[in-house]
């Protein structure tokens, strides 16, 4: 059973950076789909970015250019790194793991295994 946990969250300024990692207590399967979900105070969970095993990688159109995942599998470790943040980046970010399947990448439904989160705070 994989177990993840979120970190490197925090408050930062706006146009500022920050990285989160995401840490596997298992090993992360090459097969395993790995995303990032974050959920803003009074909204639903929204996906933010994907990133398959084949390298291929899809974000969400607010973040698209600013925010990149990556992932190695060989330390358990998914990550995010988050340029020019803004105010409305604040929330909650969770990642989360997937085997294959046909539902959409941005489903939070679809996710078998979740991190319980760490907060990201942008203001000035």
């Known amino acids: 059973q994989v177990q993840l946990v979120e970190s490197g969250g925090g408050l930062v300024q706006p146009g500022g950076s920050l990285r989160l990692s995401c840490a596997a207590s298992g090993t992360i399967f090459s097969f395993y789909t790995m995303s990032w979900f974050r959920q803003a105070p009074g909204k639903e969970r929204e996906f933010v970015a994907a990133?398959?095993?084949?390298?291929?990688?899809y974000y969400a159109g607010s973040v698209k250019g600013r925010f990149t995942i990556s992932r190695d599998n060989a330390k358990n470790m998914v990550y995010l790194q988050m340029n020019s943040l803004k105010p409305e980046d604040t929330a909650v970010y969770y990642c989360a793991a997937r085997r294959p399947v046909p539902t959409g990448v941005d489903a939070s439904k679809s996710y078998e295994y979740w991190g319980q989160g760490t907060q990201v705070t942008v203001s000035s």
């Open positions: 990133s398959w095993s084949g390298g291929s990688t």
